[in-house]
Nanobody, 116 residues
Framework: QLQLVESGGGLVQPGGSLRLSCAASGFTLDYYAIGWFRQAPGKEREGVSCISSSDGSTYYADSVKGRFTISRDNAKNTVYLQMNNLKPEDTAVYYC?????????WGQGAQVTVSS
């Protein structure tokens, strides 16, 4: 079965950190660009960060720049999103997406809640 599985979400206090993982099964991520998206209650899904399949170039939304870091470990077939200095406005369900020009996959989502 071809799927992406996110893990690492949870409840954290403001200023804390979490690392999300996105593991692929049934296919290799080597040739896929990977993006992290999030959707907060009542809001549209928004792009957070992405990493290319070719040269590893990265993109970050202004709201997370300097706090989040995306990385990929092709040997483990996994992509990570390290989230530091979390804020209450980062609370959302986080989704990973793997895409090429021919196919795209979405994970099931991981809840991240930032609250004191």
């Amino acid at each position: 079965q071809l799927q992406l599985v996110e893990s690492g979400g949870g409840l954290v206090q403001p200023g804390g950190s979490l690392r999300l993982s996105c593991a692929a099964s049934g296919f290799t991520l080597d040739y896929y660009a990977i993006g992290w998206f999030r959707q907060a209650p009542g809001k549209e899904r928004e792009g957070v960060s992405c990493i290319s399949s070719s040269d590893g170039s990265t993109y970050y939304a202004d709201s997370v720049k300097g706090r989040f870091t995306i990385s990929r470990d092709n040997a483990k077939n996994t992509v990570y999103l390290q989230m530091n200095n979390l804020k209450p406005e980062d609370t959302a369900v986080y989704y990973c997406n793997a895409r090429t020009t021919l196919s795209t996959f979405w994970g099931q989502g991981a809840q991240v809640t930032v609250s004191s």
